[in-house]
């Protein structure tokens, strides 16, 4: 009851958005509508138990990710109870400095084995929901002599979102990664232009070749300033200032790209954090 009246109040003020300068471009009207479903599974545990089973199967053989294990006999038996096993470790504000770099690269292959391997995602992998590990264990140096090493581990709550990829938009994807890693901003926009993009009035015919370069030289001042920071990732405010030029054409970026990316950055802005 609680989740409807919000869903009521967030919808009202949807639209009250879409008479504001600068709301109004960014489409939040439909990226409501789009999400209404999703925060709806949000709150349904069994479909939440589905999804930790999911990555727990892709991450059986993973040591560095622990998920927990969920026992989905009582949330079938209780909808509105959900009990796993408890992950013990630290969050970001309480892990040591030395260990933060490993920590980051963890998350990073975490997110890339999920995109590249499997075409799923983690769609709110914010710091609240990654619990920092650190276990030891006794070995043998190369003089024979008994030492005890850490090892660290990063667990990996909350799957009341997450999202699931085509192998085509998969390999566009892996194309676009490809393509910022490259460095080359004039490629890059016209990857975002040709494969990144969609037309937001259907019925309305293709655009002409010259305005298409108009956008690819618009959007290329953008992706330069990107790809010329390492410490800056392709995120929200990118998306919003490319977006805003493509819709000048009768353009937007594709929903399946605009999903990926940001659950990405989310994760990113952890890893920056690290």
């Given at each position: ?21 600068y709301?109004?471009d ?82 990073s ?24 590990m ?78 298409k ?36 054409q ?25």
């Amino acid at each position: 009851e609680k989740f409807n009246k919000s869903i009521e109040e967030l919808e009202l003020l949807v639209n009250i958005s879409s008479k504001i300068p600068y709301l109004c471009d960014l489409n939040i009207s439909d990226l409501f509508e789009e999400n209404r479903e999703i925060m709806t599974n949000q709150i349904n545990f069994l479909n939440e138990v589905k999804n930790i089973n999911i990555f727990r199967e892709k991450f059986n053989d993973v040591h560095t990710i622990c998920i927990p294990e969920v026992y989905y006999y009582f949330t079938e038996h209780n909808p509105c109870a959900i009990i796993m096993d408890k992950i013990e470790g630290n969050r970001i504000e309480n892990i040591l400095n030395e260990d933060k770099h490993e920590y980051s690269k963890i998350l990073s292959r975490f997110n890339l084995k999920c995109v590249f391997y499997d075409a799923i995602y983690h769609a709110d992998l914010h710091s609240g929901n990654v619990i920092f590990m650190k276990e030891y264990h006794t070995c043998k140096d190369e003089n024979n002599n008994m030492i005890t090493e850490p090892i660290l581990k990063i667990g990996i709550i909350d799957y009341g979102i997450i999202g699931t990829m085509t192998r085509e938009e998969q390999d566009v994807f892996f194309t676009f990664f490809k393509i910022l890693v490259g460095k080359d901003h004039k490629e890059l926009s016209i990857f975002i232009t040709e494969s990144l993009s969609e037309k937001i009035d259907k019925s309305k015919p293709d655009i002409s070749e010259g305005h298409k370069n108009i956008l690819v030289n618009k959007i290329s001042t953008i992706c330069f300033a990107v790809l010329q920071n390492d410490a800056k990732f392709f995120g929200g405010e990118e998306i919003y200032e490319i977006n805003k030029i493509l819709k000048t054409q009768n353009l937007q970026f594709s929903k399946f790209f605009c999903r990926v990316e940001l659950a990405i950055a989310i994760s990113e802005n952890v890893c920056n954090s690290l």
